[in-house]
């Protein structure tokens, strides 16, 4: 069965600083990997998907994630972060057994930016 | 474009009152469709999903149930809520041919 684990519940940091977030997967063959962004109250808005080819995948809003077979890793990294980057993340796993596609969610990492 | 709409944004229900969340696509043909539950700190938990109209099915077993009346609306629904059920709701779709979600806004449900 697929899973993902996001380690930090919780992160902090200075607007203007880089921001790494982790994420770690669980899968018997080659994944499809999703990471979402979710504001307060709002639904999850896709930020960028792996699939095959280049390990290091460009999304929206000037996010990127590095897909790392050996370490079963899919963080999401960004150089510099603004105030508006507050939000839930959440990384996930897909898999499409036939006609549909089921993805898995991890419990996802809130950022908190401070000036 | 593709529009995915979803309603109420917020709902307040009695124990054991009925329940209905609508959740409508634009500009496509034959989604995927699916319903989540969102939990604090646990994540997003597929309840169902369908492929085609009248074509559901349930990923865990519990008090809700889904239909797909039409190709691009899919309906979560309640006979008799219970305070578990609180919760946020998330509709989502996906293309056969494109992989990843688009999520409606949300219906936060709280069950008193």
């Known amino acids: 069965a697929q899973s993902v684990t996001q380690p930090d519940i919780h992160i902090t940091v200075s607007e203007g600083a880089s921001l790494e977030l982790r994420c770690n997967y669980s899968?018997?063959?080659?994944?499809?990997l999703f990471w979402y962004v979710q504001s307060p109250g709002q639904g999850l808005q896709l930020l960028l998907k792996?699939?095959?080819?280049?390990?290091l995948v460009q999304g929206i809003k000037g996010f990127e994630a590095e897909f790392k077979r050996s370490q079963s890793s899919f963080n999401l990294r960004k150089p510099s972060v603004h105030w508006s980057d507050a939000a839930e993340y959440f990384c996930?796993?897909?898999?499409?057994?036939?006609?549909?596609?089921?993805?898995?969610f991890g419990t996802g990492t809130k950022l908190q930016v401070i000036p | 474009s593709q529009t995915i709409h979803q309603w109420p944004a917020t709902l307040v229900q009695p124990v054991g009152s009925p329940l209905s969340l609508e959740c409508t696509v634009e500009?496509?043909?034959?989604?995927?469709l699916y319903w989540y539950r969102q939990a604090a700190g646990r994540g997003l938990q597929l309840l169902f999903y369908?492929?085609?109209?009248?074509?559901i099915s349930s990923e865990v077993p519990q008090n809700l149930s889904a239909s797909r009346p039409q190709d691009r609306q899919f309906i979560l629904s309640s006979k008799k809520l219970l305070l578990s059920d609180s919760g946020f709701y998330l509709c989502?779709?996906?293309?056969?041919?494109?992989?990843?979600?688009?999520f409606g806004s949300g219906t936060r449900l709280t069950v008193v």
């Open positions: 500009g496509t043909s034959n989604p995927n």
């Open positions: 792996y699939f095959s080819g280049d390990t």
């Open positions: 989502a779709w996906s293309a056969s041919d494109n992989y990843g979600y688009t």
């Open positions: 369908s492929v085609g109209i009248g074509q």
């Open positions: 899968y018997g063959a080659t994944p499809y």
């Open positions: 996930a796993v897909g898999a499409f057994p036939g006609g549909y596609q089921k993805v898995t």
